[in-house]
């Protein structure tokens, strides 16, 4: 079964700066989709950012960016120029291609220090 | 363009009583999901319909939780009779085909 594992419970970091977010997957497919979702205080959920795993550029949106390294099973979030709107839990999500179930890791909650 | 849109956004009521969580997806979509949110779990999908027909309900946790689509714009989850550990955020989500989900804001169900 797949598994996504978010090592960093909480993280914080200066208004301004650049924060990257970790996230590993288990899987033995080779096509899949990786999400990365945004959980403000207000509770819903919005999508960030996703990457295809057969393609091998870095997905880029705005001051988010992602590293993508598939044989490593890796999929970290970079956040640049941080923003206190920025702040909420960040959840990474695996999606097996051809399927629908989404499968989110734990959730990083991201505070930012003014 | 509207949104996924859940109703209530809090409920609160007593262990025995029925619960009804009601679901609109965004126009156009036709997969919908509903997903549950505990500190303990965290996210988990519990079923998923396309064209309004149910696909995966592998996540239900127990015959105490149905859902319905009775059509495209329309989702309901209901849970009979409730219990104290079914207290959690539910989530209904939607998407277009292999699109990504685009979530609703969730209902916070507290049962006494």
């Known amino acids: 079964a797949q598994t996504v594992t978010q090592s960093q419970p909480e993280m914080s970091v200066q208004e301004a700066e650049t924060v990257t977010l970790s996230c590993t997957y288990d899987?033995?497919?080779?096509?899949?989709?990786l999400f990365w979702y945004k959980q403000p205080p207000s509770r819903q959920m919005i999508l960030v950012i996703r990457?295809?795993?057969?393609?091998?550029q870095n997905a880029t949106e705005n001051r988010f960016s992602v590293n993508f390294q598939k044989a490593a099973k890796s999929f970290s979030l970079k956040i640049s120029d941080s923003q206190l709107g920025d702040a909420a839990m960040y959840f990474c999500a695996y999606r097996l291609q051809g399927a629908q179930k989404l499968v989110f890791g734990q959730g990083t909650r991201l505070t930012i220090n003014p | 363009d509207a949104g996924v849109i859940q109703s209530p956004r809090h409920e609160v009521t007593e262990m025995g009583q029925e619960v009804t969580l009601r679901c609109k997806p965004i126009?156009?979509?036709?997969?919908l999901f509903w997903y549950r949110q505990t500190m303990m779990r965290g996210l988990e999908l519990l079923i998923y319909f396309n064209n309004n027909v149910p696909i995966d309900d592998s996540g239900m946790p127990e015959d105490r939780f149905s859902a319905k689509m009775p059509n495209a714009s329309f989702s309901t989850l209901k849970i009979q009779p409730s219990e104290p550990r079914d207290s959690a955020v539910y989530f209904c989500a939607s998407s277009r085909g292999r699109g990504p989900q685009h979530f609703g804001d969730g209902t916070r169900l507290s049962i006494l």
């Open positions: 899987t033995s497919e080779s096509d899949y989709y």
């Open positions: 126009s156009g979509h036709d997969y």
């Open positions: 990457q295809e795993a057969y393609k091998q």
